[in-house]
């Protein structure tokens, strides 16, 4: 493990302690969220590193985008109810809390990352529900304030249709120097 390696490790456990391995990394990343209301996207304030790492807990694993542009930064955990999909050059993902979309500014970054985050949701998918055996509470929870709720019911929504009727309205609003 290089200096580098156990510099961004100590900094992931710093907020999240049951973090046990990086497993991959992107260099630049941004934060997209589906505003549901508005039905278009709307670009985060989160902007940086994107680390996806293993955790000595019920949920396995998680990733974290070390944000750049302030002290926000973005963690989930993932679980058998995030939806993914990758269209380049965006990994699009749906929680409980939201749908969200991952920029990616290398497209092989965008491809590695999303086969290891499908690869690992189908992990988590096929292992049975185990309770924490500890009953300190989970820290990487609920980590950030930029989310948009996405109503209940909305299922429906198809997500590489949001991201074209973005990617439309980006184009036809472009500015060209």
Known sequence: MTAEDRMNLAALKRTDPYVTAILDRASQVA??????????WQKTE???????YSRNHADKYGFTIINRRNMN??????????????????????????????WFYDSEDCQ???KQLTELVA?????KTLKPSSARPDPAKNRSASESAVPRGSKSIDILQML????????STAVVD
């Open 123 to 127: 992990d988590v998918s096929s292992q």
């Open 46 to 52: 989160i902007e940086g590193s994107l680390f996806i």
């Open 164 to 171: 074209s009727k973005a990617q439309d309205v980006y184009t």
């Open 112 to 114: 590695r990352i999303g």
């Open 73 to 102: 930064n973005k963690s989930e955990l993932l679980s058998k109810k995030m939806e993914l999909q990758v269209n380049e050059p965006y990994v699009l993902y749906r929680t409980e809390s939201g749908i969200m979309g991952i």
């Open 31 to 40: 934060l997209y969220s589906f505003n549901a209301a508005k039905s278009r």
